[in-house]
Every structure is written in C-alpha cells, then in structure tokens.
C-alpha cells in the first residue's frame, strides 16, 4: 500500500500525530464529538434560518445543507444552487454557525469555496480525482464522504489525493455502503470506524442519514457512533420531514433531533469526549 500521507504510520520512522481541524468555534478529531446537522438541501429561507436557530440552542456550531445536490434523476430537484448558499450564509450568520456544503464539480467547488467553512466531496464523487486534486490545492477543510462501492483501502487513497496536493485538513465520512440489504438504503459499516482509526490520524465521522435511509433508526445509529469511538456525526434534519424536497424519510423532525442530542450530552461523559 503506498498511501502515506494520511495514514498514522508513513514509514518505519514517521509517525503522524493525529489531526484535528480547528474551526475556531469548534473542532473535529481525538477528544470530540463533533455534531453537524441540517437539512439535506436548502429550500428557503426560513427552513434554514429556523434550522439555525435550533442548533444555536442546543449549542450546535456546525450546520449543514446542499445547494449543489447529486440527485439519481434529473427531475429530481437540483438544489437552489447560488440562491440556497446565499440563504445558508444569512441564516449562519445570524446564529454565528460554520456551514458545510457539497462541491459537485469543478464550478460549484469555485463557488462554495467562497463562503464554506468546510466543503463537502460527495459519496458519488469520492473518486473523482480531478476534483479531489482541485480541493487538495484549497487552503480549507475538506468533509470526503466514502464512496458507497468503496473499500477502507480506496477511501484512504482517496484522501490521499487531496492531501498529496497540499491540503491536510481532511475528515472521512462513513456514510453507509451498498450491500444486498433492503430494509435499509444502505449499510452502516460500523466496524470501518475502528479500522480507520488504526490506520488514518484523520478524523472520521458517521452520517446515519444516508446510511440508514429511514429516520426511525437514526438515533440508534447515532449511540452507536459515539459508541464506536467516530469524531461526530452529521444528520440530516428538517422541521417538517413530510414536506421535503429532498431525503425527507430519513430526516429528523426538530423533536427528535433534541431528544437524541440530549442522550449523546449524557453519553459523552461516559466516553469521555467533548460534545461540540
Ligand atoms: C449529502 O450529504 O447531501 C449527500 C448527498 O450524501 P452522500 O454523498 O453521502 O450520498
Ligand atoms: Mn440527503
């Protein structure tokens, strides 16, 4: 394996020492967990802005929302493009959150870079490496999602793509991999947290939504998150999941999202990290 950037150990003498993205009012990495939440897809301004406000109650500092969306069918709604970051921009502002957003491609990365404090690289885009190369030259945090066909090993030189042009601030996302299960839109790959942990001083972080698929699971995945020993979790929320315009089955209503954030401010003590 000739990955050598982002594993822990490059060679017999180098031994990297873990990696934490500062964000000045929050972090990601060893001794955190690192929650990031909102909807799936901005849709206007007041879901977003009501989104925000939430997450500054419950002390939330990251929020999440795709304007650039990589939908499976063209008549699926593509996301508010440049109108949406605009929205998320307002509403994070207001609350003083960081916002993290997908980059689809070579033109939405330019545009995202302008105002995100972390820029997503999509499952469906892991292993573009044009675009892993291009947000490798950025000088900003990079969320790379695991390809939903991807081993550990794939997803680890995927990472090394965008670290071997420069940029080391990068946090692995476990998103759920296809496998023959149907109840679920994906499987979880639970065990891949420990393993990338071994392997990686990146941090690495679940994403229940699009693992699971359906929201009825989602608090129990997020136990296990922390559980397992991942940096955080990024969930897809909405106020009023019926009504969404994208991935409404597998969102959270507010209601739900306070309660299961309550659990894991409990949980954390006893696992020893930091809620941020
Ligand atoms: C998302 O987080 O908005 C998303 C599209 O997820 P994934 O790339 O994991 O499917
Ligand atoms: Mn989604």
Known sequence: MDIKLVLRKSNENTINDNTIINLDTTKIGYGYFTIIAGPCSVEDKNI????????????????????????????????????????LKLAANKYNL?????????????????????????????????????????????????G???????????????????????????????????????????????????????PIIVDPSHAAGRSDIIPDLIKASLAVGSHGIMVEIHPHPEKALSDGKQSLNFKEFEKIIKEVKGLAKYFGVDIK
């Open 48 to 87: 977003i802005e009501e989104t925000a406000h939430l997450l500054n109650e419950l002390n939330i500092n990251i929020m999440r929302g795709g304007v650039f969306k990589p939908r499976t069918s063209p008549y699926s709604f593509q996301g508010l493009g440049k109108k949406g970051l605009e929205y």
């Open 98 to 146: 960081k916002i993290i957003t997908e980059a689809l491609d070579e033109d939405s990365l330019n545009i995202v870079n302008e105002c995100a404090d972390i820029i997503q690289i999509g499952s469906r885009n892991a292993q573009n490496f044009g675009l892993l190369k291009k947000v490798g030259k950025l000088n900003k945090p990079v969320l790379l999602k695991r």
């Open 148 to 202: 939903f066909m991807m081993t550990i090993e794939e997803f680890l030189y995927s990472a090394e793509y965008i670290a071997y042009e420069g940029n080391n601030n990068i946090i692995l996302c476990e998103r759920g991999i296809r496998t023959f299960e149907t109840k679920t839109r994906n499987t979880l790959d639970i065990s891949a947290i420990p393993v990338l942990k071994k392997e990686t001083h990146l």
